[in-house]
């Protein structure tokens, strides 16, 4: 997996064995920002004066602007250094932090989230970007799970300590919780990440990164205001078409461009496509997940945000215990049995979530958390390292921006999926106050979307991944495997 490039300093054994630990810190920051957020939504919207579903703007105005800017984390870093831009991504992701907490109105709030997410574009798919380069195919599997076990811990911290400042002081400081952890991410990749660079430089795609970033913002913001009364219908339908109209521009300028800014033709390796397009379905789920549920337990059920809190970190709990077993389960399975039975599991227990009244006891709802978490965690895993299976090094740069849009378009569209799913149901029973049981269609409607990747999981070869998952391939299956590697 090593490719052809230069570094300032070559990675060593006790190097590779850090590196997944530093790009831990930026995973880290992203998970405790998007959770802590989630649980204080309410705290948030009655200080600035807005309403709490309005405030999905902030939520899907972060994981579009992510979404616009990846496209060139890839070939930023392979021109400037890998260590370079990671650490100034941190640097404008604190920036970001220290306006939220300093905003005043929903346009303060909008606006310094984007210059979060231009921060998070080039730091977390950078960071995927070194890991890709420096871990052995073999290897690779236990430093994704050591790349996201710690950043697991965000999660877990995120909702009761948000929770808890939002409670008992103001939710202004939980975005200063960012300034202490990018420091130190900052001081660790100056001592041990290497400033991975390539041998040949490109020429950027700026017309496709415009053409791909009006298209994505003109779907993702139509979409996440519909339903809203944020915008007259007229300017919501004028965006949809608006970004229908360039995403089309792009995929014919993609068709006649050597080298684009998002590189399509990486879709024909078909552990690339499963691994993009199942992930985006399964991810829109888990990522209404977390815009609802603290909605549902704060304003639904009646709890405070740190009791919420409480409540919502237990599915990192369980997400984090399944990170040790990773590993042992893909060489007994394989990806493809994994991916699909898996799938299963943990749409389920997303589903279970709209059984939730007011009456449920606390600890049951905890219970079914941790275990949906448990696997939930593991499909992640299984997604995030397939993508890589087949890609040759040239192209990993290419293939790690189109991977993080993907799944930052996912996200972005489950909560866009979700608040809309409300929305729906508040309309369809003829009132406008936000009850308990308003939230159940929600959670049926993002579960079944979710359960619909098991199509693209089982496209699979049944020894794809194999090398990946320190698996002998099946003989049987060779000859199926190498029709099957280009869809």
Known sequence: MNPSSRSSAAPTAPSRRIVPLIIACALFMENMDSTVIATSLPAIATDIGTNPLALKLAVTSYLLSLAIFIPASGWTADRFGARTVFCTAIAVFIAGSIGCAVSGSLTDF???RIVQG?????????????LVRTI??????GAMAWVTTPALIGPV?????????????TWHWIFLINVPIGLLGIALAMRFIPNVRADKH????????????????????????????FLPWSVVAALVVFGAIFTTAYFVHARHTAVPALD?????LRTFQSSVIGGFM???GIGALGFLLPLMLQIGFGMTPFRSGLITFSTAIGAMGMKIATTTVLRWFGFRNVLIFNALISTAFLAACAAFTPATPVMLMMVLLVCGGFFRSLEFTCINTLAYADIDPARAGR???????????AVSSGVAVGALAVENTLWLRGHETIMANDFAPAFIAVSVISGLSVVMFSRLAHDAGAELANRPPREAASAETSDQKVA
């Open 118 to 130: 231009v921060g998070g574009a080039m730091m977390t798919p950078v960071g995927r970007l070194v």
């Open 110 to 112: 909008v606006i310094a």
């Open 202 to 229: 490109e020429r950027f795609d700026v017309l496709g990164m415009m053409l791909s970033g009006l298209g994505i913002a003109g779907l993702a913001f139509g979409l996440s205001v519909a339903g809203l009364n």
């Open 264 to 268: 399509l033709k990486l879709f024909r």
């Open 136 to 141: 052995p195919k073999r290897e690779f599997v």
């Open 282 to 284: 399964f991810r829109l």
């Open 157 to 169: 911290i995120g909702p009761p300590v948000g929770g808890f400042i939002t409670t008992y002081a």
């Open 399 to 409: 293939a790690t921006s189109l991977v993080s849009v993907a799944q930052q378009l």
